[in-house]
């Protein structure tokens, strides 16, 4: 999917069928294999363009709604569940993974239905077979999104078209400048592991004491003496030092970085 690659429903996306273990493989892997190298190009010479019309509207008034955070590339996520997991994918991770994907146009009260109820162009829940890519085997939404996350994770997710298909669209139900909403859940990290911070800068969720006194403390900062500080922090990355105070030292780089992307937006 991605950047890279997606299908549409009729068709298996992301890796071999075979990784799939769908008791469909047999009948339609060899035609799957040859769309999904055709759909991969278009992905890879679709993707600049703005957002149309009616996917921006979407965005401006989703934007609003409660427990949807937008990051400073304009992607838009909510989370639907939270996982127990410890840990990010690495870039380069594969991910086993269940999703579902449409359009305001396809599916126009998609956030208020359950999955199953829409008009996708996509659904591994309906295959019933979850699947397998990495973060840097798909679109751009999803290659930010899924090293944000952590097994377990289900989220719901709506992608600009700059970060998905552009004015190529991909097949006959993604039209060019189409925003993608997905509901989609990580159930297992099979590759390189990175720990995870859940420290919520907001509402200081899953912060420890050490981490809600410094957020507290740098939320009184300036955004340049934050600027600075992160400047400051990553350049004794590179000092020796034990492993306690090298994590804490990343967690607090993470934490201002949380708050700089607040500053951009």
């Known amino acids: 999917f991605g950047s890279r690659h997606f299908v549409p429903p009729a068709v298996e996306a992301f890796p071999p069928r075979a990784a799939q273990r769908s008791p469909r493989a047999s009948l339609t892997g060899h035609r799957g294999a040859m769309q999904r190298c055709v759909f991969l190009l ?71 239905l359950d999955e199953a109820e829409w008009s996708e162009f996509d659904s591994s829940y309906k295959r019933g077979s979850s699947t397998s890519f990495a973060p840097n085997q798909v679109i751009k939404g999803w290659t930010e999104a899924m090293q944000l996350m952590v097994e377990g994770d289900k989220w719901e997710m709506y992608i600009p078209s700059d970060l998905g298909y552009g004015e ?77 105070a090298k994590s804490w030292l990343m967690s607090r780089i993470k934490l201002l970085k949380k708050l700089s992307s607040k500053d951009e937006l």
Do not use: W
């Open 42 to 112: 278009l992905a890879l010479l679709g993707g600049a363009a703005g957002t149309n019309e009616v996917g921006q509207k979407f965005l401006d008034e989703n934007a609003k709604r409660p427990g949807v955070v937008t990051l400073p590339s304009g992607l838009q996520y909510k989370v639907l569940r939270e996982g127990d997991g410890e840990d990010h994918p690495t870039v380069g991770a594969p991910c086993e993974c269940h999703y579902a994907g449409t359009t305001p146009s396809l599916t126009p009260n998609a956030i208020d």
């Open 168 to 244: 190529g669209g991909s097949g006959a139900k993604i039209k060019g400048g189409d925003v993608l909403i997905f509901r989609m859940e990580i159930l297992q990290i099979k590759g390189e592991k990175k720990p995870a911070d859940k420290c919520d800068i907001d509402s200081l969720a899953g912060c420890n004491d050490k981490q809600k006194a410094y957020v507290e403390k740098q939320k009184k900062a300036t955004g340049e003496k934050r600027k600075a500080e992160i400047k400051r922090l990553e350049g004794m990355m590179g000092g020796e030092m034990k492993a306690e």
